[in-house]
Each structure stands twice: as structure tokens, then as C-alpha cells.
């Protein structure tokens, strides 16, 4: 079946693409022009802008918003408030930071342990004298005591008299001033206890007064042994002192220590059978003790 308005095809299923002719311009036996028809879906404008053309003027290309004088739309700007809220978080955020670094606690300062500075042993300057012979009682006193050496020896009767199996004298130097050593062996631990006691009786402590007054002086001095010499001092003399001698945790004898007022100091003790006394500065005399092997 051919189309009425002629120009050819199968009309209604095709029209044929050339000049239109008149009849095609009015339609069909003088009927109006038919509207095309809208693909589905698409429903067309809605508003008079829409009908009358005004939407890609005011939208512009595919119908988005234009901006001023045509061109991308403008960002919009955050609220202000919105603004001050971020700004005072901020602010917040580094106050507590440093408040946080500042409170802080301080690291414990370090403990150091305490160190213990141990002066070294002073050694002699001089030599001691040749020892030969002798007996055993004799050769177990020490030529050298600390910075002192042996440089005498003779035998010291009075030791014998109080009733020493031997008695000696040593005389000691470091060169400068000598500190004398008597020392006596006797029979037995008992024998040695009793000179011990006679020293004491001859040398008694001073006793402290009644109603708390100052301690009373010796009533008889001990006078420096013979051979001892001190160097003066005007330090106050150190406090006369008795007590036990102890050898590894036990007791094997008895002490006393006299100093005088001229820095002079004797101080005798006795270890088992043994009876030693030094005499000379008090200051050496100390020393000497602390460190004497017997």
C-alpha cells in the first residue's frame, strides 16, 4: 500500500526523505500537519519556560545552572558559624597539647650510688734492717708496718721482770719520727691477762665527776716510754679508750689507749699469750694498732 501524499515508500512504516510536496505539508487530504511524536519516557516541558524555549537560556548547555556571565556556577562559601566552630576546635586542640607537654611530670632524677674513694696504703721511704736469726717469738713481728720499718731491736728486760718468757723493744721510723714497740711472750693466756691488769692499775682511766661536771684528770700520767717522740699539736687530744681486742668475731684480749696532752699516746693489748705496747705521736700510735698483724 502506497502513501496518498505520493513521493513513494510504504507509508505509514516509512516516509520517504526528499522535498516535501505540498500535500505532504498539509498532511493527509488537507488535514493539518501531524506533531511528532516523543520518544517514551520523555514528558516534555512542564513550565512555561520550559515551553517557551527559555531552558537552555537560563540553564544553559544540558540544562545545568550557569554561573555569571555563562560560565561554571560559583562554589558556595560555608556558613560563617560553621567557620568560627572549626577555628575554636582548632584553638582547643593545641591549648590542650600544650598543657599536656607542660604538666607533664619531670623524670625521677637519677640515684647515683655512693662511691667509696679508698686512699692508697702509704709505703715506707726508707729500708728496714737485716734480720738474721732470732727467735720464732721475734721473726712474727714485722719489719714494716705501713710507711714505718724496723730499724732497732734489742732485748727489753723489764718484759722479763714482769714475767715475759722473752721481751723485746722495736724501733720504728718512717723516716722522720720513731714509734717504740714492746712486746713480751708469755707462759700462757693468763700470765699475759695479769701483766695486762697491772698496766691498767698503773694507768686508770679517768671517771666522770658527780653532778655531771667534766671528766677528772688522770691522777697519774703515764710519761712516754723512752725512744718515743711526737710532733706537737693543737688539736685537742683524743679521748683515753679501753676495750677487747677481737679476731675474727672472737675475743682474744683486751686494749687501752692513753693519749697525753703533748700528742704523745701509749697504747697497750694483749692477744692470747702476747703483750705489745706502742708508744709515740698518738696519731701513728692509731694507725700502727689498726693495722699491727698481731
Not at 560555608?78 to 593545641?94: A, D, H, R, S
Not at 717522740?229 to 681486742?245: K, L, N, R, S, Y
Amino acid at each position: 500500500m502506497t502513501s496518498s501524499a505520493g513521493g513513494g515508500g510504504n507509508w505509514p512504516f516509512e516516509r520517504v526523505v526528499g522535498e516535501p510536496s505540498s500535500s505532504a505539508a498539509v498532511g493527509r487530504a488537507g488535514q493539518p500537519p501531524e506533531r511528532p511524536v516523543a520518544p517514551a519516557g520523555f514528558t516534555g516541558p512542564t513550565t512555561p519556560e520550559h515551553a517557551s524555549g527559555g531552558t537552555a537560556a537560563s540553564h544553559g548547555i544540558g540544562g545545568r545552572p550557569s554561573g555569571p556571565g555563562g560560565g561554571r556556577p560559583a562554589r558556595r562559601r560555608p556558613p560563617l558559624w560553621l567557620l568560627v566552630v572549626v577555628g575554636l576546635v582548632v584553638v582547643g586542640g593545641v591549648v590542650a597539647a600544650i598543657l599536656l607537654l607542660t604538666n607533664r611530670e619531670a623524670p625521677a632524677a637519677e640515684v647515683l650510688e655512693a662511691e667509696t674513694v679508698t686512699l692508697p696504703v702509704p709505703t715506707p721511704t726508707v729500708e728496714p734492717i737485716a734480720r738474721e736469726g732470732g727467735t720464732a717469738f721475734q721473726q712474727a713481728i714485722p719489719s714494716t708496718v705501713l710507711d714505718h720499718v724496723v730499724k732497732e731491736i734489742v732485748e727489753h728486760d723489764a718484759l722479763l721482770l714482769a714475767g715475759a718468757v722473752e721481751g723485746w723493744k722495736f724501733t720504728y721510723t718512717d723516716g722522720a719520727q720513731d714509734v717504740v714497740l714492746y712486746a713480751g711472750q708469755f707462759r700462757d693466756a693468763a700470765t699475759a691477762e695479769a701483766a695486762f691488769d697491772q698496766v691498767l692499775a698503773a694507768n686508770p682511766l679517768p671517771t666522770p665527776a658527780e653532778g655531771g661536771e667534766e671528766p677528772a684528770e688522770p691522777t697519774e700520767p703515764a710519761e712516754p716510754t723512752e725512744g718515743a717522740t711526737a710532733t706537737p699539736t693543737t688539736e685537742p687530744a683524743p679521748e683515753p679508750e679501753q676495750g677487747v681486742v677481737e679476731v675474727d668475731g672472737q675475743q682474744v684480749g683486751r686494749f687501752l689507749f692513753l693519749p697525753r696532752e703533748d700528742g704523745t699516746a701509749s697504747l697497750w693489748w694483749t692477744n692470747t699469750t702476747v703483750l705489745l705496747q706502742l708508744d709515740g705521736a698518738a696519731a701513728d700510735v692509731r694507725d700502727l694498732y689498726a693495722a699491727f698483724p698481731l
